[in-house]
C-alpha cells in the first residue's frame, strides 16, 4: 500500500489552473523530491497534500486517511513546513518547542522525552536559551524542523527548507532527513538545489501544475554533469561576448549585474575560466569567478537550450 496516495488532483486558483491533474504514489520510508521552475506548483501541492488548501477535484489518502473530508486525523501524522515559516523570534529555542508542544498536547515527561531526543538529533542542545530571532540561518531551519518534528508525524511535508542555508547546514539538515526516513518516516520535500533532490529515493519533475517525468537520483546526476558560477566584473555584456566566444560553455547568461555561467566542471576547477576572465577585461580590473550551488533552473535552462537545438 502506498503510504501517500494523489488521484486526479486538480487545483484552480481564479483565473489559473495550479495543479492540473496529479496522480502520484510513494511508500513509506520514501524521500520523495519535488523539483521545477518558479511556479511550477511545488508549494501548492505540498499545501494541498498538508491539507491547508482544499482541492477543486482529486483525492488525497495519507496512511489511507482522506485528508480532505477527515483533515482533523490527518494533521495528526502531517508535519508540514512552510516555505516560510514562522518562529518566535523574541522566544528562545526551548520556549518555541514548548509552544508549539502545548498546541499540539504534548506535555510533561513526554514533552522531555521528545524534546531532549530532538534537541540530540538536530545539535541545537547548546543552543536552548538562545533567542530565535538569534540563530543562524541553519540552525532556524533545523529548530523549524524540531518544532514540526514535536508531535511524532509520520508524513514530513518540507517546502524549500534550506534555501538560503549554508552547505554545510544543509548537508546536516539532509543527514537528519536520511536518519528520519529510515526510522520510518515518509518525507515529501522541495528544493531548488540539484544536489539535494539528487539525495532523494525518487524526483518528481514538476511543471505548469504536471509531473513532466519522475527520475532516479543517478539519472538527475546525469543530465547535469556541470559546475556552475557567477562572474563578477565590469562591463558584464562585453565580457560574456567574449567568454561565448572563447570557450563555448554550456550556458552562459547576464543575470543582473554579473554574468552566470554553466560549463563543464574542469573548465572551473583547471582555473581556465578564470584565467580566459582575465584575460576579457580590462587590466587590473576586479573581478570575481564565485562557484554557486547549481540549481533547478540552472538545469531547465539547459535542457530547454538543448530542447531548442535539436
Ligand atoms: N493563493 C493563490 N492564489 C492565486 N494563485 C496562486 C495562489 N497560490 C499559488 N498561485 C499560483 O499558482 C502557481 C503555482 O504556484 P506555487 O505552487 O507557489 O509554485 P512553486 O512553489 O512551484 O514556485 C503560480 O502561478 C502562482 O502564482
Ligand atoms: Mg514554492
Not at 538536530?122 to 538562545?130: I, K, V, Y
Not at 528520519?180 to 522541495?190: F, M
Not at 560549463?263 to 583547471?270: M, N, R, W
Request: charged fraction near 25%.
Amino acid at each position: 500500500m502506498a503510504l501517500i496516495d494523489i488521484r486526479g488532483l486538480r487545483k484552480r486558483f481564479r483565473d489559473q489552473e495550479a495543479i492540473q491533474g496529479i496522480d502520484l504514489s510513494i511508500e513509506a520510508g520514501e524521500i520523495f523530491g519535488l523539483i521545477g521552475p518558479d511556479g511550477a506548483g511545488k508549494s501548492t501541492l505540498i499545501r494541498l497534500l498538508a491539507g491547508i488548501l482544499p482541492p477543486t477535484t482529486g483525492e488525497i489518502f495519507l496512511h489511507d486517511i482522506d485528508v480532505v473530508t477527515n483533515y482533523e486525523e490527518a494533521r495528526k501524522i502531517i508535519g508540514y513546513m512552510p516555505q516560510t515559516f514562522g518562529l518566535y523570534g523574541p522566544l528562545t529555542v526551548a520556549e518555541n518547542l514548548r509552544a508549539v508542544a502545548r498546541i499540539r498536547g504534548v506535555t510533561g515527561a513526554e514533552f522531555q522525552k521528545r524534546t531532549e531526543r530532538l534537541y540530540r538529533f538536530s545539535g541545537l542542545a547548546p543552543f536552548q536559551d538562545r533567542r530565535a530571532a538569534q540563530l543562524s540561518g541553519g540552525m532556524k531551519q533545523k529548530l523549524g524542523l524540531c518544532c514540526v518534528l514535536i508531535h511524532q508525524p509520520s508524513i514530513l511535508l518540507l517546502d524549500e527548507p534550506t534555501v538560503g542555508v549554508d552547505p554545510i547546514s544543509r548537508r546536516e539538515f539532509w543527514d537528519i532527513l536520511h536518519t528520519l526516513a529510515a526510522q520510518g518516516s515518509t518525507i515529501l520535500i522541495s528544493t531548488p538545489y540539484l544536489e539535494e533532490a539528487a539525495r532523494c529515493h525518487r524526483i518528481a519533475f514538476l511543471r505548469q501544475g504536471k509531473i513532466l517525468e519522475v527520475l532516479d537520483p543517478l539519472t538527475l546526476r546525469e543530465r547535469f554533469p556541470y559546475a556552475t558560477c557567477d562572474i563578477f566584473a565590469p562591463e558584464p555584456r562585453v565580457l560574456l561576448q567574449g567568454l561565448q566566444g572563447r570557450l563555448t560553455p554550456t550556458a552562459a547568461f547576464l543575470s543582473g549585474d554579473h554574468v552566470h555561467l554553466i560549463g563543464e566542471k574542469q573548465l572551473l576547477a583547471s582555473g581556465r575560466l578564470e584565467k580566459t576572465v582575465r584575460q576579457l577585461v580590462a587590466k587590473g580590473a576586479i573581478v570575481e569567478v564565485k562557484e554557486t550551488t547549481p540549481t533547478v533552473q540552472d538545469l531547465y535552462f539547459v535542457q530547454e537550450r538543448m530542447g531548442n537545438e535539436t
